[in-house]
């Protein structure tokens, strides 16, 4: 048996009973398992399946190299969060739909584990502008950062800044955001009003679409845009 604990980014009913979940842990990044009977009517532990949920679980060595590891015991790490705050909740499902594009191809990365728990915290702090600055964060721990410079516009698809604006998203007042972010002792203390904290994650969705294979904006994005209008 093999333990581990990851997040919850997100899951697939599978048949009647079973799902598929989509996790991402420190020691071993992406992975897929199956979870047996979580949907059946005795089963309380679906009430775990949310977005960004910390679960322990116990996996079934795979026989052979096919099929995907099946979930023997599943365990909530811990309960900070009571998953009734409707805003809260948009944003751990709109950052997890867009984990789980971006994460897709990470098999260990340390510091991404370790800022997912940083942003969670920052969120059930209160913080709930927190999800640009750990978009942003994102960017820096898969080394696809913007590269410093002086010009006043950053080019998305480039990743520098220059004398002219290359594109409609990237103001200058928007530049300036992502090089006031870079510089940040802390980006979370980097406090954004609500008309430019939607510019500014407008501009994100478009430098990562430049720089991601097969990025695409999350469905839930539009939702995240209308509670926070």
């Not at 365990?75 to 984990?99: I, R």
């Not at 594109?167 to 870079?182: C, D, G, N, P, R």
Request: with cysteine; glycine share 6%; net charge negative.
């Amino acid at each position: 048996m093999q333990n581990q604990v990851c997040f919850l980014l997100s899951y697939i009913k599978y048949g009647d009973n079973d799902a598929v979940l989509h996790c991402f842990s420190k020691d071993a990044g992406y992975q897929s398992f199956f979870a047996r009977g979580i949907y059946s009517a005795r089963n309380k532990k679906k009430a775990y399946l949310f977005p960004l949920n910390q679960i322990g679980i116990t996996v079934v060595p795979r026989r052979n190299s096919g099929g995907i590891p099946t979930i023997s015991k599943i365990e909530m790490v811990s309960q900070d969060y009571d998953f009734a705050d409707v805003k809260v909740n948009t944003v751990l499902l709109f950052v997890a739909d867009f984990l789980n594009q971006v994460l897709r191809e990470e098999t260990h990365h340390s510091n991404t584990y370790s800022e997912i728990g940083r942003f969670l915290n920052a969120l059930y702090s209160g913080d709930l502008g927190a999800y640009t600055a750990f978009i942003f964060k994102i960017l820096s721990c898969q080394g696809l950062s913007p590269l410093p410079g002086d010009g006043n516009y950053l080019d998305p698809e480039s990743g520098t800044f220059s004398a002219s604006q290359t594109h409609s998203f990237f103001t200058e007042e928007i530049s300036a955001v992502w090089k006031q972010l870079a510089s940040a002792a802390d980006i979370y203390d980097v406090a954004l009003k609500r008309p430019l904290r939607r510019s500014f994650l407008d501009s994100l969705m478009l430098y990562y679409k430049f720089h991601v294979t097969g990025f695409s904006e999350p469905n839930s994005l539009e939702i995240i845009h209308q509670v926070y209008e």
